[in-house]
């Protein structure tokens, strides 16, 4: 719903200016009567939503989703889906009943467009994830930054810098990759496999260049996303590397019990 505040509405205008109505109250609304928009034009890949789910594990729901009247999604469908797949049966909500058709389209858009005109400021970021690492309470993932990324955002080179983002993960990363993985980077091939020396000369040119170690090729392909902003793909099931590492992890937390999260934490 949508109230009028305390001041005065222009008197030519038949309803207060927009600056001057709020929205509210948050509702709890079941997930599923929470519908998408079906022309949504915001993807968001597996790697995010794993992002999101992390975040909602750790601070809860900080944003509510904003619905039209109807109850259908303004802005928030991948916080939806990342609540959908943590066991969520509630979300919280709040409701432009008296927005018109045009400002509803309009703002999907317009909310996902502002969000990609900010800039980070290099020197504070850096001041602020060295700080977050050094109070080592809680895991680095909960930024959505890798270890790599941060590495290159505080200066890779400096081996204290390294070492604290090591410190701050609470658990041993598992490697993304697995032994017979074979990684598609544009026209090159990257497997995984132990070495192995052909037993013929002749047959060296034609053996792809392999690393042994699942983590070296973690960092191979993580640095290869940062260098041309493309996503290696897994051969036989063509997916990207963020999609293989969502569904990875998340098969990894199932082997370990984790449960459904309530809503109301």
């Not at 170690?213 to 960092?219: E, G, H, I, L, T």
């Not at 493309?230 to 990894?252: I, M, Q």
Request: negative net charge; aromatic residues 6%; hydrophobic residues 40%.
């Amino acid at each position: 719903m949508i109230d009028k505040l305390a001041a005065t509405p222009n008197a030519n205008s038949k309803s207060p200016p927009a600056a001057e109505r709020r929205l509210g109250p948050v509702e709890y609304r079941p997930i599923h009567s929470v519908t998408a928009y079906a022309g949504n034009a915001r993807r968001h890949p597996e790697k995010q939503l794993a992002q999101l789910m992390g975040s909602i594990r750790e601070f809860g729901f900080t944003i509510p989703i904003l619905v039209d009247r109807n109850g259908q999604i303004v802005c928030g469908h991948a916080r939806v889906e990342a609540a959908g797949r943590l066991g969520f049966r509630e979300v919280p909500t709040i409701a432009a009943t008296d927005w018109s058709q045009a400002q509803v389209q309009a703002y999907r858009l317009l909310d996902n467009r502002l969000g990609e005109l900010g800039e980070w400021d290099e020197d504070s970021l850096k001041v602020e994830l060295s700080a977050i690492i050094e109070i080592d309470e809680l895991p680095i993932d909960v930024l959505a930054w890798d270890a790599a990324e941060i590495d290159l955002i505080l200066g890779g080179d400096d081996q204290g810098d390294r070492a604290g983002v090591a410190k701050a993960r609470r658990e041993p990363v598992q490697p993304v990759t697995r032994f017979g993985d074979l990684w598609l980077l544009g026209k090159y091939e990257l497997p995984c496999a132990p070495l192995r020396y052909p037993a013929q000369p002749e047959h060296k040119a034609k053996e792809p260049y392999s690393i042994a170690f699942p983590a070296s090729v973690d960092a191979v392909l993580r640095h290869w996303i940062l260098s041309t902003g493309k996503e290696p793909v897994l051969a036989d099931t063509h997916e990207t590397f963020s999609e293989v590492e969502a569904r990875r992890t998340g098969e990894s937390a199932d082997r370990d019990g984790s449960s459904p999260i309530n809503c109301r934490n």
